[in-house]
């Protein structure tokens, strides 16, 4: 069974920290690369970070550069996603998603057809 197993979400105030992850199983998520998307209230969902298949190569949007460090850990039987999001500002507040992408390097022109496999989503929330 495929499972994508988002976690870490919370409340916390601006300029704080917080570390999500997402728990990948049930097919060779290490083959893929990986990447997070957030959506807001009446918002489209757009990418934030994503990670090569073997964590040598990295995305970030402009709006989380220098704030967010994506990272990946491919266990055996289990692919674990990391973001690390510093200095979380109110405009963060989303769902935070994880998702794999159809090959083993996303580039920066992808779109969220390109990505078969989803989680539920944490949901974030930064108070001013």
């Known amino acids: 069974q495929v499972q994508l197993v988002e976690s870490g979400g919370g409340l916390v105030h601006t300029g704080e920290s917080l570390r999500l992850s997402c728990a990948a199983s049930g097919r060779p998520f290490s083959n893929y690369a990986m990447d997070w998307f957030r959506q807001a209230p009446g918002k489209e969902r757009e990418r934030v970070a994503g990670?090569?298949?073997?964590?040598?190569?990295?995305?970030?949007a402009d709006f989380v550069k220098g704030r967010f460090t994506v990272s990946r850990d491919n266990a055996k039987g289990t692919v674990y996603l990391h973001l690390q999001m510093n200095n979380l500002q109110p405009e963060d507040t989303a769902i935070y998603y994880c998702?794999?992408?159809?090959?083993?390097?996303?580039?920066?022109?992808?779109?969220?057809?390109?990505?078969?496999?989803w989680g539920q989503g944490t949901q974030v929330t930064v108070s001013s």
């Open positions: 998702a794999q992408f159809k090959g083993p390097y996303s580039p920066s022109s992808s779109v969220r057809s390109e990505y078969p496999y």
């Open positions: 990670v090569s298949y073997n964590g040598g190569s990295t995305y970030y």
